[in-house]
């Protein structure tokens, strides 16, 4: 639901205002008074909006219907009383000013609503810097993210906020591939919880030292979400951790990001320094709300995903700021091999939401045995030869490597093999 949704729908009723009603009275000012600086409220700016007020009802619950009302009441008088109505709304947050996680928390929103767009505007940095002089506090950063350089490794982040999707074995083959062919390749883990690729990556190493079979092991390292008790000191470390591990691989030809099957800020992190997002999917109007949600009555796309919705504003993001462009496939693990009705209906959505999204589909990976077998010994399809298996099984492991072979390509093929979807 959009934030104008959230406006009509009055989602939450009767929760009650949190019990730190200044703090986000505060969040809201603040947001009104960068939003206000630049005419009418941008898509970006209503989604990041969104984003904002999503964090706030979940650290605590409270009626987001008066929550929206008040900054629209904000915008609204700010807009209607000039000068007098930014004072007002910066006598609001003046109330935190005595609190440093408060303070921090609104200068967080600031410096999200003044870089929603790209690039922070003057006016928009004039706003933060009065919302920071309000607060005694130093002005944050407005530079942009840093985006993919040329020259630099190729980043290639596996992405999806559903789990069981087949995120790790796509990880697992891109790296090992890439690194079968001779290319320097990195991965990088920031799936804490499951750490699927950390743990192939142990057992091709052991298998390579014990066997002397001399695979190609890729570098890598591996990122644990933060545990500190403030969410902006964790993200902090996260940042810089991730920061950290960047920098050192960066001399590497590619970088592989698999990340957890939720949302997190370090799935975001990875997402914004990414060249190529591949988001792997089921064959199934079950686990296809990983992208959209479906009407499986009708079999009909009722609206975008969180995550669809976050790939697509990077993507927006960058080509208002001028970036390297983002490459976004989405590819279908567990096709059925027969032609159903199920295979028919399914392609026709995903091929809707490719040309609304801006990503094009792919092939994925078939169910096999084989995938299980090989994970304990650290080797994947590019690892064997036809002779490392029964007579009866190569016409199957030669299936198998052609699809391994063509996913890989398709990863790795240059950005201007994009659709005229993704053009458009």
């Known amino acids: 639901m959009t934030f104008l949704g959230k406006l009509a729908g009055g989602v939450l009723r009767g929760q009650g205002w949190p019990r730190s009603t200044p703090l986000l009275r505060g969040c809201l000012s603040a947001a009104a008074l960068v939003a206000s600086v630049d005419g009418t409220l941008s898509l970006a700016k ?8 999503d964090e706030l009802s979940g650290a605590q619950s409270f009626d987001l219907h008066r929550a ?3 900054f629209e ?11 007098a109505g930014r004072s ?4 609001n947050l003046q109330k935190t000013a005595g609190d440093e996680g408060a303070v921090a928390l609104v200068l967080r929103v600031a410096q ?7 690039a922070a505007s003057p006016h928009a940095k004039s706003a933060v810097g009065d919302i920071a002089a309000a607060l005694s506090a130093p002005a944050p ?7 993919p350089q040329s020259g630099a490794a190729r980043v290639i982040v596996i992405g999806n906020e559903k789990g ?3 995120k790790s074995t796509a990880a697992i083959h891109i790296a090992t591939g890439l690194a079968v062919q001779g290319k320097a390749v990195a991965c990088l883990d920031l799936d804490g919880r499951q750490a699927t690729l950390s743990r192939f990556l142990q057992y091709r190493s052991a298998s390579g030292n014990a066997l002397s079979a001399g695979l190609a092991v890729p570098r890598y390292r591996r990122i644990e979400p933060s545990a500190a008790p403030e969410r902006a000191q964790g993200e902090q470390e996260e940042r810089s951790l991730f920061e950290a591990a960047m920098t050192e691989l960066r001399a590497c ?16 992190l990875a997402h914004a320094r990414a060249n190529v997002v591949v988001t792997p999917i089921n064959d199934s109007f079950i686990d296809i709300d990983a992208l959209a949600d479906i009407d499986r009555e009708r079999h009909e796309v009722r609206a975008p995903s969180n995550y669809c919705r976050m790939v697509w504003q990077e993507k927006e993001d960058r080509a208002l700021r001028g970036g390297a462009a983002l490459d976004w496939i989405v590819t279908r693990n567990r096709v059925g091999q027969l032609d159903s009705r199920n295979t028919r209906e399914m392609a026709a959505l995903l091929d809707v939401l490719a040309r609304r999204m801006g990503f094009h589909l792919e092939p994925g990976f078939s169910e096999r045995v084989v995938f299980r077998e090989l994970f304990f010994r650290g080797m994947t399809l590019f690892d064997l030869a036809e002779e490392d298996v029964a007579r009866s099984g190569r016409a199957s492991l030669k299936r198998a490597k052609s699809e391994a072979a063509s996913f890989l390509a398709a990863v790795t093929a240059p950005a201007d093999h994009n659709t005229k979807a993704q053009r458009d």
């Open 73 to 83: 009441s904000e915008l609204g008088r700010i807009r209607a009383d000039g000068r």
């Open 253 to 268: 030809e590619a970088i592989v990001i698999d990340t957890p099957g939720y949302n997190s800020h370090l799935a975001r």
């Open 164 to 166: 069981g999707t087949g």
């Open 141 to 147: 950063d407005l530079s942009q993210a840093a985006a």
């Open 88 to 91: 007002a709304a910066l006598g």
């Open 112 to 118: 999200a609503i003044a870089l929603a767009d790209g």
């Open 46 to 53: 209503r989604n990041r909006l969104d984003q904002i007020l």
């Open 68 to 70: 929206v009302e008040f």
